[in-house]
């Protein structure tokens, strides 16, 4: 211009198939409209594919910065989608992500975060990748989560209602029984009760008569400990810790 400035316009570009193959050009022109064609030139000759595997998890979390900005995309449950500032989602429509989460952190300038970008997406490696890496089966290379599908939790509130009204009114059964002295409603359940009990083992607890009845049958452990038998003065014998004098 006349006073010794020349103006033109910059633009960046990004183009995609939406699957994996994406490019990203910076275009001059001195109209918009010529800007955006060198940029979208330059991006298609700079295509890149991204290393992932359609319709299934990231195997790991990606990061790539560039100076202090930074792009994290962090996987996510199958059937999730994709969750990131909405102004951000064009973007990542035409990259063909999906099922994870994507932020940026620190400054609004495109020019570097493009480059940040672009080393978040480098380090993405997909399973049939490292499958040739490592040397092992592709099956055998599954990612935390490969094998989940999120279905609404609301789908399946009718379904717990009467689950969870029983649950509650055994919690509550519960309470009332440990709270009041009296426990006659409370019940042994068989999970409560340890493996091996017999109701011979409870001699010892029962009225003098029972045990008396337990010791005749043989069920009595005395028996079996060197215990004297009890005479018809005893009602019950002693205890088998107990010691005779």
């Known amino acids: 211009v006349k ?12 183009v995609g ?23 979208s030139l330059k991006a298609l000759q700079n295509l890149d594919y991204i290393d992932m595997d359609p319709g299934r998890m990231m195997t790991t979390p990606c990061k790539g910065t560039e100076y202090k900005h930074s792009c994290e995309i962090i996987s996510r449950p199958i059937g999730r989608g994709i969750k990131a500032n909405k102004k951000f ?10 099922n994870c989460k994507v932020r940026f952190m620190h400054g609004p300038r495109w020019f570097t975060r493009i480059r940040a970008i672009k080393r978040a997406l480098d380090m993405m490696v997909s399973r049939r990748t490292l499958a040739n890496m490592t040397g092992k089966r592709y099956a055998l290379l599954v990612a935390p989560g490969d094998h989940w599908v999120h279905w609404p939790d609301r789908w399946f509130q009718v379904i717990r209602e009467p689950y969870d009204s029983r649950a509650a009114q055994i919690k509550l059964a519960r309470k009332h029984a440990l ?7 409370m019940t042994a359940l068989p999970r409560e009760v340890k493996p091996g009990w017999r109701k011979e083992n409870w001699a010892r607890w029962n009225n ?37 004098q």
């Open 3 to 14: 006073v010794g400035r020349i103006q033109y316009f910059r633009t960046i570009v990004v």
């Open 17 to 39: 198939n939406g699957k994996g193959v994406y490019g990203f050009g910076v275009g001059f022109g001195n109209t918009a409209k010529d800007a955006r064609a060198d940029g």
């Open 89 to 98: 989602l064009p973007l990542l429509y035409i990259l063909g992500l999906d």
């Open 179 to 185: 709270h009041f002295k009296k426990r006659g409603n």
């Open 208 to 244: 003098p008569l029972e045990r008396w009845l337990q010791y005749r049958r043989g069920l009595y452990r005395g028996k079996e400990g060197g215990e004297r038998p009890p005479s018809v003065d005893d009602s019950m014998p002693p205890a088998s810790g107990a010691t005779t």
